[in-house]
């Protein structure tokens, strides 16, 4: 079955600071992978995915992600971290099956301090 | 083209009672997916509707809970009997149908209806 991990359950950065939130999955094929965020009393949104080719992709909001099978890791950056990237961010593993079950990692809040 | 909308938002109910929450997926969208999300916790995968059809139910789904889509459209998740364990946000997401040029994969999600069980 397939599974997401996501080790930091809280994170603060400054404002302006860089920022990397860890993810890794666990899939016995090649997988659809996702990185959602939500803001409190908000549904998710998806910030950008991957399905193949190139494995750096470009989201919205300025984030990117990169997936390494290697590793099995699918982590999130963004170079500069504004005050309303304050949320959390939950990755997630799909499968090319006959529709799209997603599974969902606990999630990382993030805080982000003047 | 509106969102996926959920209703209602939040809901408080005694142990024991019976509640019902309905969603309106995206117009197109013929796949339609229910999640749950308990504090601290990422959403879990509750059920699958393609069309009318109720393709897949996880173990979380106990026989305390029933999901309908009758006509295609709108759906409806009931918990009958409710537990304090029952609190939590209940999302519905919908997509497109599979094999269309609007299907990239992501799931859309509704704001979510919050039930509190007292």
């Known amino acids: 079955a397939q599974s997401v991990t996501q080790p930091d359950i809280h994170i603060t950065v400054s404002e302006g600071a860089s920022l990397e939130l860890r993810c890794n999955y666990s899939?016995?094929?090649?997988?659809?992978l996702f990185w959602y965020v939500q803001s409190p009393g908000q549904g998710l949104q998806l910030l950008l995915k991957y399905f193949s080719g190139d494995t750096l992709v470009q989201g919205i909001k300025g984030f990117e992600a990169e997936f390494k099978r290697s590793q099995s890791s699918f982590n999130l950056r963004k170079p500069s971290v504004h005050w309303s990237d304050a949320a959390e961010y939950f990755c997630a593993v799909g499968f090319s099956g006959g529709y799209q079950k997603v599974t969902f990692g606990t999630g990382t809040k993030l805080q982000v301090i003047p | 083209d509106t969102g996926v909308s959920q209703d209602p938002r939040h809901k408080i109910t005694k142990r024991g009672q019976n509640v019902t929450f309905r969603c309106d997926p995206i117009?197109?969208?013929?796949?339609l997916y229910w999640y749950r999300q308990t504090l601290g916790q990422g959403p879990e995968f509750l059920t699958y509707?393609?069309?009318?059809?109720?393709?897949?139910k996880s173990r979380l789904l106990s026989d305390r809970f029933s999901a309908e889509r009758p006509k295609g459209s709108f759906s409806t998740l009931e918990i009958q009997r409710t537990e304090q364990g029952d609190s939590a946000m209940y999302l519905c997401?919908?997509?497109?149908?599979?094999?269309?040029?609007?299907?990239?994969?992501?799931?859309?999600f509704g704001e979510g209806s919050r039930l509190t069980v007292l």
């Open positions: 117009s197109e969208h013929n796949r």
């Open positions: 997401a919908s997509s497109p149908p599979r094999r269309t040029s609007r299907n990239t994969g992501e799931l859309f």
């Open positions: 899939y016995g094929a090649t997988p659809y």
């Open positions: 509707f393609q069309n009318e059809a109720q393709l897949e």
